[in-house]
C-alpha cells in the first residue's frame, strides 16, 4: 500500500480548526462544559470534531461492504484531495460532530458515508478464536496519561475498538481518529493512527501552567511492534517552542487566534518520516 499523508493532516485540522474552537470554553487548565466542568475521561468532549477515516487501496470500500462494515449504498462517490488544502476543505465542509469516511490511498480520493457499523457480525466471526488482545494493541497509558485505567474493550469507545481489531483482522489497512474522548487535563482527544501492529501513532495535547496561565504543548508518540504487543519508540516529541507564550482565559476572545495556534505549532510533523 502506498504511504499516505492522512495522520500528518489530520494533526493539522485538530490544531489549525478544532484547538481554537475548544479554547474559547479554556478556564483554569482545562476545557470545560456548559456547566462549567471538567471533561470525564469516559465521555465526549462536544466543542470540537472528530472523526474516523478507514485507509486502503481501490478496493476499500468493496471490503468494507463485504465485511459489514458500511452498507453498500453509503457510498456518495469520490472527492479528490491530493493535497494538505484540499483535505483541509473537504474535511471542513463535511465534518459535523462525528464524521465517518472512506480514504482510497493510491487515488487519494475520500468519501463521506452515512453510517460505520461499529459491531460487524462478518468481522466478529472473522476474529471467532484469535488471539486478539487491545492490551497488546495498545499502549498501557492509552486512556489515562498515569496508566490508571486498563485497557481493556470495556473501557475503550466503539470505533477505537473497531480500529483495533479491522487492522488486526487486515494488517494492510490504516486506520486514522481524531477522538472527542478526552486525554489528559486539557480535556481534549487525541489524533491515532493504528496499522497491523496496533497504534502506529498518536498526537495529544497538554496544558503546561506557567507563572502567568498555560503553554498549550502539542505531543507525538510513535510505536514498534515488541515481544509483548507494542512499545514507544523514542521519546516524546514536543512540537514546536512556545512555552514563552502562555494561553490565558481573554487570549481566546482576542482575533487571529487560529494564526496564533498556526504559529506556536510549527514546525509540523515530517509527514515522510513517520509515515
Do not use: C
Not at 69 to 92: K, N, W
Not at 211 to 221: A, D, F, P, T, V
Amino acid at each position: 500500500m502506498s504511504h499516505d499523508p492522512l495522520f500528518g493532516w489530520l494533526v493539522d485540522f485538530h490544531i489549525e480548526r478544532n484547538l481554537p474552537r475548544a479554547l474559547r470554553f479554556f478556564r483554569e487548565g482545562s476545557i470545560r462544559d456548559d456547566d462549567g466542568n471538567r471533561y470525564r475521561l469516559d465521555g465526549e468532549n462536544e466543542r470540537y470534531y472528530g472523526a474516523i477515516i478507514i485507509s486502503d487501496g481501490e478496493n476499500i470500500a468493496d471490503r468494507l461492504v463485504r465485511i459489514e462494515v458500511i452498507h453498500s449504498d453509503a457510498i456518495d462517490g469520490y472527492t479528490a484531495i491530493p493535497t494538505r488544502e484540499a483535505f483541509m476543505g473537504y474535511l471542513g465542509e463535511n465534518l459535523n460532530r462525528d464524521g465517518s469516511f472512506v480514504y482510497d490511498s493510491v487515488n487519494r480520493g475520500i468519501t463521506r458515508v452515512a453510517k460505520v457499523n461499529n459491531e460487524p457480525k462478518a468481522l466478529n466471526e472473522r476474529l471467532k478464536g484469535s488471539d486478539l488482545r487491545f492490551d497488546r494493541r495498545l499502549p498501557p497509558d492509552f486512556i489515562a496519561e498515569d496508566g490508571s485505567i486498563e485497557v481493556k474493550r470495556t473501557n475503550l469507545g466503539l470505533k477505537t475498538q473497531l480500529a483495533a481489531e479491522l487492522t488486526y483482522a487486515f494488517p494492510d489497512m490504516r486506520i486514522y481518529q481524531i477522538k472527542r474522548t478526552p486525554y489528559g487535563g486539557l480535556g481534549m482527544g487525541k489524533v491515532t493512527q493504528f496499522s497491523g501492529q496496533g497504534l502506529l501513532q498518536e498526537f495529544f495535547f497538554r496544558a503546561v501552567p506557567e507563572k502567568e496561565g498555560y503553554s498549550i504543548l502539542g505531543i507525538h508518540r510513535q510505536y514498534e511492534p515488541h515481544e509483548d504487543g507494542i512499545r514507544q519508540a523514542g521519546g516524546d516529541r514536543i512540537m514546536g517552542e512556545y512555552a514563552s507564550m502562555p494561553y490565558t482565559p481573554d487570549m481566546t476572545k482576542r482575533p487571529g487566534l487560529a494564526d496564533r495556534v498556526r504559529m506556536l505549532f510549527r514546525p509540523a510533523i515530517p509527514y515522510a518520516a513517520t509515515l
